[in-house]
């Protein structure tokens, strides 16, 4: 069975750092296209982040450019989002995501992908 599990979050205050982590197993993980997307209360689900089998290519979200950092480590099967300097605005629940592929893309959209984690909550406030 496939399963998809977040780690790393937290309340943590405005300018603050947080890494997020997805343990990814019962997969072969190299062959998956990964992503992170995030829901803020009252808002819909949005792409975070996305980055490509070997980690070749990575892509970011207008609103997290030079602040978040997506990598993979395929030895150990784990997706990672970096996150610095975070506001008040980053609050929301993060979802890590996979997608088998064949062309060593990126993903964007929701539908594209086949596989969700269960989120972790991240907090940013005073």
């Known amino acids: 069975q496939v399963q998809l599990v977040e780690s790393g979050g937290g309340l943590v205050q405005p300018g603050g750092s947080l890494r997020l982590s997805c343990a990814a197993s019962g997969l072969f993980f190299n062959n998956f296209a990964m992503g992170w997307f995030r829901q803020a209360p009252g808002k819909e689900r949005e792409f975070v982040a996305g980055?490509?089998?070997?980690?070749?290519?990575?892509k970011y979200a207008d609103s997290v450019k030079g602040r978040f950092t997506i990598s993979r480590d395929n030895a150990k099967d784990t997706l990672y989002l970096q996150i610095v300097s975070l506001k008040p605005e980053d609050t929301a629940v993060y979802y890590c995501a996979a997608r088998r592929d064949y062309s060593g893309s990126y993903y964007q959209r929701q539908s594209d992908y086949d596989y969700w984690g269960q989120g972790t909550q991240v907090t940013v406030s005073s």
């Open positions: 980055i490509t089998r070997t980690g070749e290519m990575r």
